[in-house]
């Protein structure tokens, strides 16, 4: 890995499934160079997959298969801009649809309990709409969801 700044992320023993469905699922992104570990470990043995190298819609990425001790929160996510309401349901259905779990307000956990922000960029424009009035009613319809319904979020900004 060239970057040097790399996303760390643990996970008990999926890294390599999760790398896959990502690079699967998000544009610009892929699964590197597969580590197996050059001895035991305490929660492996010599040659299982330690780390694996990957990318999720361009960000360099490591999944470290570092067994059940630590598990992923909503303090950390990816924020996942779209463009229109496909993309929004092609990525929210595929993250979902994969044993994960919807949330509020257009997160959603996949099923290493990652969190996603699947995000349109209609939503944000909204909500910062210099018109305070325009983006509050965007952003009191955007507390009613779960996956972001643009067409509703752009019917609450028009009022």
């Given at each position: 890995?060239?970057?040097?700044?790399?996303i760390?992320?643990w996970?008990?023993?999926?890294?390599?499934?999760?790398?896959?469905?990502?690079?699967?699922?998000?544009?610009?992104?892929?699964?590197?160079?597969?580590?197996?570990a050059?001895?035991?470990?305490?929660?492996?043995?010599?040659?299982?997959?330690?780390?694996?190298?990957?990318?999720?819609?361009?960000?360099?990425?490591?999944?470290l298969?570092?067994?059940?001790?630590?598990?992923?929160?909503?303090?950390?996510?990816?924020?996942?801009?779209?463009?229109?309401?496909?993309?929004?349901?092609?990525?929210?259905?595929?993250?979902?649809?994969?044993?994960?779990?919807?949330?509020?307000?257009?997160?959603?956990k996949?099923?290493?309990?990652?969190?996603?922000?699947?995000?349109?960029?209609?939503?944000?424009?909204?909500?910062?709409?210099?018109?305070?009035?325009?983006?509050?009613?965007?952003?009191?319809?955007?507390?009613?969801?779960?996956?972001?319904?643009?067409?509703?979020?752009?019917?609450?900004?028009r009022?």
């Amino acid at each position: 890995m060239t970057s040097k700044n790399t996303i760390c992320l643990w996970y008990d023993s999926e890294a390599v499934a999760a790398a896959n469905f990502y690079a699967k699922t998000f544009p610009d992104s892929a699964v590197g160079t597969i580590h197996r570990a050059p001895g035991d470990y305490p929660d492996g043995k010599l040659g299982d997959v330690l780390l694996v190298e990957f990318t999720v819609a361009g960000i360099p990425c490591i999944g470290l298969n570092g067994g059940p001790h630590f598990k992923h929160n909503e303090a950390f996510s990816f924020q996942i801009a779209t463009d229109d309401q496909a993309e929004t349901d092609r990525l929210w259905n595929a993250i979902v649809g994969n044993g994960g779990q919807e949330s509020e307000c257009g997160w959603c956990k996949d099923r290493w309990g990652l969190s996603w922000q699947i995000t349109p960029r209609a939503l944000t424009e909204a909500i910062a709409d210099p018109d305070r009035a325009a983006a509050k009613r965007a952003f009191d319809a955007m507390m009613t969801m779960k996956k972001i319904d643009i067409a509703a979020i752009e019917a609450a900004r028009r009022g």
